[in-house]
């Protein structure tokens, strides 16, 4: 009987040391390349923000210079506002949008699994390519949105080449990118409601819209916050590369968030030091909207 039991616990162990074996295995390289090209960089930014550097010639230490001249430079504060007007303009659409899409592809009907093909699509898309796609879309003479405005007399905006729509047309290439992701985790935050919750409220009386609104969302709460978290770094970020493929910042800077005036800076104006800066003024700008989205997030959840 003891032998049994020894033989048990060496099996037990012998398991455990595979198991530890694989997970270094799948783990490591992904620190490995997580830490080369994530951590060191971000490191580098941050020591780089407190020095003058144009890329050619040596690294001067000049302290908190750089940040002294966030608030006497013009530029900063228009592009502080128009990522702020990125975030306004996508993250609540997004996250919305994206939840009743996700119940919509949630039902169990027939041929289902194709719609959600279609909305997941945008996973496989590239910037580069949802630039160009989008391009054409939003051609004032071409695109099928002015031409379908056309139909019922509305004469459609120039969408890029306009200070006033340039902005909204960079949100709703953002929001298209975005929703794919939203869709999956509130999919999954879907899966763990119980079917009994629903059935119990239909009982007594709720229609579709209170079960939605009433017991669904609540019920994917830390998926919202999660969700609101990865959207806001979405439209911080992401704008930067719409715009720099379809409309380098303009028109006349109407596109230019801090990321893309950080870009600007350094691969224009060869100030790294200073972009670097502007970077880690972007980090604080993410850093306090996610706090007050956690603080509000935690002020809820105590009052439910």
């Given at each position: 009987?003891?032998?049994?039991?020894?033989?048990?616990?060496?099996?037990?162990?012998?398991?455990?040391?595979?198991?530890?074996?694989?997970?270094?295995?799948?783990?490591?390289?992904?620190?490995?390349?997580?830490?080369?090209?994530?951590?060191?960089?971000?490191?580098?930014?941050?020591?780089?923000?407190?020095?003058?550097?144009?890329?050619?010639?040596?690294?001067?230490?000049?302290?908190?210079?750089?940040?002294?001249?966030?608030?006497?430079?013009?530029?900063?504060?228009?592009?502080?506002?128009?990522?702020?007007?990125?975030?306004?303009?996508?993250?609540?659409?997004?996250?919305?949008?994206?939840?009743?899409?996700?119940?919509?592809?949630?039902?169990?009907?027939?041929?289902?699994?194709?719609?959600?093909?279609?909305?997941?699509?945008?996973?496989?898309?590239?910037?580069?390519?949802?630039?160009?796609?989008?391009?054409?879309?939003?051609?004032?003479?071409?695109?099928?949105?002015?031409?379908?405005?056309?139909?019922?007399?509305?004469?459609?905006?120039?969408?890029?080449?306009?200070?006033?729509?340039?902005?909204?047309?960079?949100?709703?290439?953002?929001?298209?990118?975005?929703?794919?992701?939203?869709?999956?985790?509130?999919?999954?935050?879907?899966?763990?409601?119980?079917?009994?919750?629903?059935?119990?409220?239909?009982?007594?009386?709720?229609?579709?819209?209170?079960?939605?609104?009433?017991?669904?969302?609540?019920?994917?709460?830390?998926?919202?916050?999660?969700?609101?978290?990865?959207?806001?770094?979405?439209?911080?970020?992401?704008?930067?590369?719409?715009?720099?493929?379809?409309?380098?910042?303009?028109?006349?800077?109407?596109?230019?968030?801090?990321?893309?005036?950080?870009?600007?800076?350094?691969f224009e104006q060869f100030e790294i030091g200073y972009a670097s800066a502007v970077v880690m003024?972007?980090?604080?700008?993410?850093?306090?909207?996610?706090?007050?989205?956690?603080?509000?997030?935690?002020?809820?959840?105590?009052?439910?």
């Amino acid at each position: 009987m003891t032998q049994v039991k020894e033989k048990k616990v060496g099996t037990k162990n012998q398991l455990k040391r595979n198991d530890r074996f694989w997970l270094g295995v799948f783990i490591i390289p992904n620190l490995f390349m997580y830490t080369l090209f994530i951590l060191i960089p971000s490191a580098v930014g941050v020591l780089l923000s407190f020095c003058e550097w144009n890329i050619l010639g040596p690294i001067k230490w000049v302290g908190l210079e750089n940040y002294r001249r966030l608030f006497t430079d013009e530029l900063i504060m228009p592009a502080f506002g128009r990522s702020l007007q990125y975030l306004a303009y996508g993250v609540l659409p997004t996250v919305f949008g994206g939840f009743l899409l996700a119940v919509l592809l949630n039902w169990k009907v027939k041929g289902i699994g194709v719609f959600r093909a279609m909305f997941f699509l945008p996973l496989t898309v590239s910037s580069a390519v949802a630039g160009i796609s989008w391009s054409s879309i939003f051609n004032p003479e071409a695109g099928w949105i002015n031409l379908l405005l056309k139909k019922f007399g509305i004469t459609g905006p120039e969408w890029l080449s306009s200070f006033t729509w340039a902005l909204p047309s960079v949100t709703i290439i953002v929001i298209w990118l975005s929703l794919p992701l939203v869709i999956i985790l509130y999919l999954a935050g879907l899966q763990r409601i119980s079917p009994e919750i629903m059935e119990a409220a239909a009982l007594d009386g709720a229609n579709v819209w209170q079960r939605i609104w009433g017991i669904v969302f609540p019920c994917v709460a830390s998926t919202t916050t999660l969700v609101v978290v990865i959207e806001i770094l979405a439209f911080l970020g992401s704008p930067f590369e719409i715009s720099l493929l379809m409309v380098q910042g303009g028109p006349l800077d109407a596109t230019t968030s801090l990321a893309y005036y950080a870009y600007k800076v350094a691969f224009e104006q060869f100030e790294i030091g200073y972009a670097s800066a502007v970077v880690m003024a972007q980090f604080f700008v993410f850093l306090g909207v996610a706090l007050i989205v956690l603080r509000i997030r935690k002020s809820i959840k105590a009052r439910g």
